[in-house]
């Protein structure tokens, strides 16, 4: 049931009410037009598929980011673990607490408003300037060769490269015209097109010149609804919705350790 209210909401009420009000004025006063339903698909069903499309590939590059931290992170511990002939528990406690601070900001970031963006924001690069300390101090201050540093160096850029493309994604979304578009003309669309559910008035009876107009307008609201479910893949309100499991990938950091000095 939950997620047919995810795509089937207030707007789909009131947009299905007004095309049914529409039809049966038209019906009533005999209002009929043969209006071409290519109209539709140009002016709502277009649209709003290409912003599905946009919004889907933006949750998919998401979903790559944020996997990109987690595999990153997780080589990082693995050079601390494996690399270094004296590696100590305590070293790799203070290496998942750091990692659990990153990501943790991480996950804050993308889940506050926009308007808090540029305090979040550099929470994330204190959190990504300890890891670097921790570079520094533990791995090289320990004794890992200046290539193996090097190579940590460049996980710790890589990390780098996927906060700020997932932030990215985060800041730009659809274009506010484009959605403002498809809005409009779902809104619109089925009222003004009660004269041509009146002129198909003909092919139906007993009530069934009704139907048309409600699956007009539920398929278009929905549309819609789902273009907005997946507009922002961070908020944690749809079924689509990136899910962080900071928590759970601390943990199996914790159990993955096999050197104990």
């Not at 015209?177 to 007993?206: E, I, Q, R």
Request: hydrophobic share 40%.
């Amino acid at each position: 049931m939950k997620h047919i209210t995810l795509i089937i909401n207030l707007r789909s009420l009131v947009v299905t009410s007004l095309a049914l009000l529409s039809t049966w004025i038209c019906i009533r006063y005999d209002i009929k037009a043969n209006f071409p339903i290519t109209l539709l698909i140009t002016a709502v069903v277009f649209p709003v598929a290409f912003s599905i499309h946009s919004a889907y590939e933006r949750r998919e590059r998401a979903l790559q980011d944020y996997a990109s931290l987690k595999t990153q992170g997780r080589a990082l511990f693995y050079a601390t673990r494996d690399w270094l002939d004296e590696s100590t528990a305590d070293s790799r406690d203070d290496l998942r607490l750091r990692l659990h601070a990153l990501l943790s900001r991480c996950v804050t970031l993308l889940s506050d408003p926009p308007e808090r963006l540029d305090e979040n924001e550099q929470k994330v690069y204190d959190a990504f300037s300890d890891l670097s300390v921790y570079i520094r101090e533990q791995q090289r201050g320990r004794g890992l060769a200046a290539t193996e540093v090097s190579r940590a160096n460049q996980y710790l850029n890589s990390m780098l490269q996927a906060f700020e493309s997932i932030k990215h994604i985060y800041q730009y979304r659809t274009p506010q015209t484009l959605k403002a578009f498809g809005s409009f003309f779902v809104m619109s669309m089925p009222p003004l097109y009660g004269p041509y559910f009146s002129y198909m008035t003909d092919s139906y009876f007993m009530g069934l010149q009704y139907v048309m107009p409600v699956m007009f307008a539920v398929i278009m609201t929905a549309l819609v609804n789902i273009q907005e479910q997946l507009e922002n893949p961070f908020d944690q309100y749809g079924e689509d919705d990136v899910r962080f499991n900071v928590e759970k990938y601390i943990a199996s950091l914790e159990h993955s350790g096999k050197k104990d000095v």
